[in-house]
């Protein structure tokens, strides 16, 4: 997004406000990107009925979910990388 | 969005102006944010707790769902921590290649 449009504010200004808005946006990046791994590992790891609290298996599932699906994605990464270099 | 750039009778000097926008853009963003996981809540609880809509909600589906919305919200927190001290571990051993 340009603050081209936004006018009654000098050069520094305009500039100020681009940075402020670039590291806001990568914010709401992260935070989006918490929101779908939230509902990633609750779907994997809260199978059984709501109670008052999660039992134990599924607290310690949901404490390994996010380490285990991030090492996914690095290992998948690693997988294509390899495969490509026996083309 | 026109709160943002709306006149509010007197003018402002340059740099408080600066700091009204910055705080409703981020103003905006914790409502985009709290939106989203409002309706997280609402798909996933809905999901464990409403298996049979009827007429009405019961009680134990209300005490379900009550339930369900702090649990949902710990698992947030959870999931923020893991990921965020993940992060910061990753980019801590091979700058360069951050998220």
């Known amino acids: 997004m340009s603050a081209a449009g936004i006018p009654q504010l000098d050069e520094a200004s305009k500039k100020e406000l681009e940075v402020f808005l670039e590291q806001e946006q990568a914010k709401a990046k992260l935070q989006a ?4 791994l939230t509902n990633t590992c ?15 298996t599924e607290a310690q599932c949901l404490e390994n979910c996010v380490d285990r699906f991030l090492d996914s994605s690095l290992f998948i990464v690693k997988q294509i990388e390899a495969q490509k270099q026996q083309l | 969005m026109s709160s943002l750039f709306g006149s509010s009778g007197a003018t402002p000097d340059m740099a408080a102006r600066k700091e009204q926008m910055k705080q409703s853009i981020q103003q905006e963003l914790a409502i985009a944010n709290a939106q989203q996981l409002i309706n997280k ?13 009827s ?30 001290s993940r992060i910061s571990k990753e980019r801590g051993a091979a700058p360069g290649i951050g998220l």
């Not at chain 1, 990107?33 to 779908?36: D, G, K, N, R, Y």
């Not at chain 1, 709501?50 to 134990?56: D, E, H, R």
């Not at chain 2, 809540?41 to 298996?51: G, H, W």
Request: overall charge positive; hydrophobic content about 30%.
């Open chain 1, 33 to 36: 990107s918490i929101h779908e």
């Open chain 1, 42 to 56: 609750w779907n994997t790891c809260i199978t059984g009925s709501i109670s008052s609290k999660f039992s134990k």
């Open chain 2, 41 to 53: 809540i609402n798909e996933n609880c809905f999901a464990k707790c409403i298996s049979k809509p």
């Open chain 2, 55 to 84: 007429t009405s909600l019961t009680s134990s589906q209300e005490t379900c769902l009550s339930q369900c919305m702090s649990l949902y919200m710990a698992a947030f927190d959870q999931v923020s921590r893991s990921y965020v």
